[in-house]
């Protein structure tokens, strides 16, 4: 087989690191965006608020691979404890720029080499609590907004690219321990497992769909 080539974003730390080894442990290049420093010749400065540190990551790892198989939309972030009614919207704007436009953007800029190329594989990175079924209490309201947005993104960028070999899915990883949620009892590595199952999806597998450990999960 080819070697894949991915951009994992948000991919210094945490669930995205995890999700990064996951995938070189299949055998991927993986790129790993990160906002600032990097460990490695293969980290990336990628802003994903900023168009112009998107293009500039995009075409740094097409000048070096001539390629980008895999995008997985990591990066996000949270406006912790509000509530609808009072919520700083200034804030909320903060969280959709990061957590929807932060995606869109790094999707738009990998889809059409995906699409010339007749294979790809992007998977946004959700959470249960964007799941307009469980969405019964009023935490957290700019980021669970912003994941229920990325879910309608999801099937949208699905229902667009439906025929290329372009498969586009959502993953929960469930409560994962992060620098958002430091008392989560899941590892990053458990975590990262249906992300890293959808990125490397064979060319019969599902698009357009909503996963948590492998199976459906509600909208």
Same mark, same amino acid.
């Given at each position: *087989?080819?070697?894949?080539?991915?951009?994992?974003?948000?991919? !210094?730390?945490?669930l995205?690191?995890?999700?990064?080894?996951g995938?070189?442990?299949?055998?991927?290049?993986?790129?790993? =965006?990160? $906002? /600032?420093?990097?460990?490695?010749a293969? #980290?990336v400065?990628?802003? %994903?608020?900023?168009?112009?540190?998107?293009? @500039?990551? %995009?075409?740094?790892?097409?000048?070096?691979?001539? $390629?980008?198989d895999?995008?997985? !939309?990591?990066? =996000?972030?949270?406006?912790g404890?509000?509530t609808?009614?009072?919520?700083?919207?200034?804030?909320?704007?903060h +969280?959709?720029?990061?957590?929807?436009?932060?995606a869109?953007?790094?999707?738009?800029?990998?889809?059409?080499? *995906? %699409?010339?190329?007749?294979?790809?594989?992007?998977?946004?990175?959700?959470?249960?609590?964007? &799941?307009?079924?469980?969405?019964?209490?009023?935490?957290?309201?700019?980021?669970? +907004?912003?994941?229920?947005?990325?879910?309608?993104?999801?099937?949208?960028?699905?229902? /667009?690219?439906?025929?290329t070999?372009?498969? +586009? !899915?959502? @993953?929960?990883?469930?409560? %994962? $321990?992060?620098d *958002? &949620?430091?008392?989560?009892?899941?590892?990053?590595?458990?975590?990262?497992?249906?992300?890293?199952?959808?990125?490397?999806?064979? #060319? #019969?597998?599902?698009?357009?769909?909503?996963?948590?450990?492998? /199976?459906?999960?509600?909208?």
């Amino acid at each position: *087989m080819e070697q894949r080539t991915a951009l994992v974003t948000g991919a !210094n730390r945490g669930l995205g690191a995890a999700i990064a080894e996951g995938l070189a442990g299949q055998g991927v290049r993986v790129w790993r =965006g990160v $906002r /600032e420093g990097g460990g490695t010749a293969r #980290d990336v400065r990628l802003d %994903v608020r900023d168009e112009k540190s998107v293009t @500039a990551a %995009v075409r740094r790892i097409l000048d070096e691979d001539g $390629r980008i198989d895999i995008l997985v !939309n990591n990066a =996000g972030i949270t406006d912790g404890k509000q509530t609808p009614a009072t919520a700083d919207l200034g804030v909320a704007a903060h +969280v959709w720029d990061t957590n929807v436009l932060g995606a869109w953007r790094c999707a738009q800029a990998v889809v059409p080499g *995906m %699409v010339a190329a007749g294979y790809g594989r992007i998977v946004n990175i959700g959470s249960t609590l964007g &799941s307009l079924a469980l969405m019964d209490r009023p935490t957290e309201p700019g980021y669970r +907004v912003s994941k229920a947005g990325l879910n309608a993104l999801t099937r949208l960028l699905a229902a /667009e690219l439906a025929g290329t070999g372009v498969l +586009v !899915n959502a @993953a929960s990883p469930g409560w %994962v $321990r992060t620098d *958002m &949620s430091p008392t989560a009892t899941r590892g990053p590595a458990e975590g990262a497992d249906t992300p890293v199952w959808l990125a490397t999806l064979p #060319d #019969d597998g599902p698009t357009g769909g909503f996963f948590r450990d492998r /199976e459906p999960l509600a909208w």
